[in-house]
């Protein structure tokens, strides 16, 4: 098999003026943990822009340097305590679809607490997979499935979306470590951050095979061959450590997806 050949990668020159307006307002009214988490989010929502395309990655490292200076120059910040996501009615201008919405659960389901959980959503308009901001109301359709309209992280209420319940909303998930490359196996339900001239979003694919090697002092260099659902090409990703998984990976759950952040490589 050929070896891949480095992406000669542009210097990062900084972000837009559309993106520090975003973390200006994020820095003065985000009620989440400022973690890596939280600065991975915010990478993840500037680089799926089409703003950002033919223009280099934004790594989490460099918007969690950009928080600690913001913090240093104004350190008596206070986060607001309102929570965004409690009573927020449906927007007058969401599509109805001939659906009845509704505030009830059907009889017999469970109310689950979501206040610690954090998830991804689908989009219908390109089918790829984004990171939910919140949750703002839900629905029921005459079929009797259930819909909950979303607001996408890094996009405003004009980018909200319908999206069914059941099919195109999941757990978010989480990095995987160099030494958990076994858990990834052939025929993994993935979904993979697919780089293109004109756009760079997240699309469910599948593992198709996978070319062991051994570890040096950078971690894994296992090479993982999968293939697009959307499209059906074929792309071959590593390393490791920008695949990320569902936290009950171990359990080898059918249901479970494996999410791959593979941003440097052709």
């Known amino acids: 098999m050929d070896r891949l050949r480095p992406r000669q990668r542009q210097v990062f020159s900084g972000f837009s003026k559309t993106e520090i307006e975003k973390m200006e307002q994020m820095h003065k009214e985000s009620r989440q943990p400022i973690n890596k988490e939280f600065f991975q989010k915010i990478a993840r929502s500037f680089n799926y822009s089409s703003a950002r395309a033919g223009k280099p990655i934004v790594k989490w490292t460099e918007v969690e340097s950009w928080f600690q200076n913001r913090q240093r120059d104004c350190p008596s910040r206070v986060a607001s305590t309102t929570d965004a996501s409690k009573g927020v009615p449906c927007p007058k201008s969401a599509p ?9 659960m059907p ?4 109310a689950f607490n979501l206040s610690e959980m954090e998830f991804e959503a689908r989009s219908s308009k390109d089918g790829a997979w984004y990171d939910v901001d919140m949750f703002l109301c839900h629905r029921y359709l005459p079929s009797g499935e ?6 996408f992280v890094g996009f405003g209420a004009e980018e909200d979306e319908w999206v069914n319940i059941k099919k195109d909303v999941r757990e ?3 990095p995987l470590e160099h ?3 076994h858990k990834v196996q052939v025929g993994d339900l993935l979904c993979c951050f697919q780089e293109r001239r004109d756009q760079a979003i997240y699309y469910d694919a599948h593992v198709i095979g996978i070319q062991k090697k051994m570890h040096d002092i950078r971690g894994c260099r296992c090479l993982f ?3 697009y659902d959307h499209d059906n090409t074929e792309a071959r990703k590593s390393p490791i450590e920008e695949i990320m998984s569902q936290t009950d990976i171990l359990v080898r759950s059918s249901d479970s997806p494996i999410i791959v952040f593979l941003t440097f490589k052709p």
């Open 96 to 104: 109805s679809d001939e659906a009845k919405e509704s505030s009830q």
């Open 146 to 151: 259930a819909e909950v309209l979303v607001r």
């Open 107 to 110: 009889k017999g389901e469970k």
């Open 172 to 174: 978010r998930s989480v």
């Open 225 to 227: 061959l999968i293939r």
């Open 179 to 181: 030494s958990e490359c």
